[in-house]
């Protein structure tokens, strides 16, 4: 059973550039959530795809923007990096129904460095 | 005032001790409550949830007061593998979805031989 998958495990960008992270959620899951952690403190919400759309999102600019594909995957896309984006981006896979919906799984993450 | 408040700790304990965390949430609308573990520099990963009426999964049991809005978790005959960071975490899902989770901070344990 294929857990959530990330890509890539390591980023190192400089301020103003572009960031496009990958996430793969769980096997059978169908939505998918984006966290931001900084060092030192829990994950942040980012935003929520199911269905191709986002359908949540947290206190995070518009240079925070996402995409789910129809196979569920998703992709978190950063622009205009600045210094404090430098964390660990962490995707979360779960079940839309069912009695685990509220059950979110964690992949490994990416950890980006902006310079 | 975060959501989701915790002692950050650290928290040093022998092994063996007996160690509770305690947590409390401001959003009375939260529906469901969880603990997960993460480790240094890895992914957060579900430990249990929280009921109610309590549960207990080995050495660990949780404990959830929705009057207070407070959520514990105990780790008896702590062990070595025990030292982490373990995040206290709710999820405010709606009718129609499977809801955002807002973590507390964390709280490190370490423990020692």
């Known amino acids: 059973d294929a857990g959530v998958t990330q890509s890539p495990t390591h980023l190192i960008k400089t301020r103003g550039q572009q960031v496009t992270l990958r996430c793969s959620p769980k096997?059978?899951?169908?939505?998918v959530s984006w966290y931001q952690q900084a060092l030192g403190q829990g994950p942040q919400f980012i935003f929520q795809y199911y269905e191709e759309e986002e359908r949540q999102r947290g206190n995070f600019p518009d240079r925070f923007s996402g995409h789910q594909f129809p196979n569920y995957s998703s992709e978190l896309n950063v622009n205009a990096l600045l210094l404090g984006d430098s964390a660990l981006y962490l995707c979360?896979?779960?079940?839309?129904?069912?009695?685990?919906?509220?059950?979110?799984?964690f992949g490994p993450g990416t950890r980006l460095t902006v310079l | 005032r975060k959501e989701v408040e915790q002692d950050p700790g650290p928290f040093n304990v022998p092994e063996g001790a007996t160690v509770a965390f305690n947590c409390t949430y401001s959003n009375s609308a939260s529906q469901s409550f969880f603990w997960y573990r993460q480790d240094c520099r890895k992914e957060p990963k579900l430990l249990m949830s929280?009921?109610?009426s309590g549960n207990e999964d080995g050495r660990f049991t949780a404990q959830l007061n929705r009057a207070s809005q407070y959520i514990s978790l105990l780790i008896r005959d702590s062990k070595l593998s025990d030292s982490a960071t373990y995040l206290c975490v709710v999820n405010r899902a709606g009718s129609s979805n499977t809801g955002k989770l807002i973590f507390g901070q964390g709280t490190t344990l370490q423990v020692k031989p």
């Open positions: 979360a896979s779960s079940l839309e129904s069912g009695e685990s919906r509220d059950t979110q799984y």
């Open positions: 096997s059978g899951h169908d939505t």
């Open positions: 929280v009921y109610s």
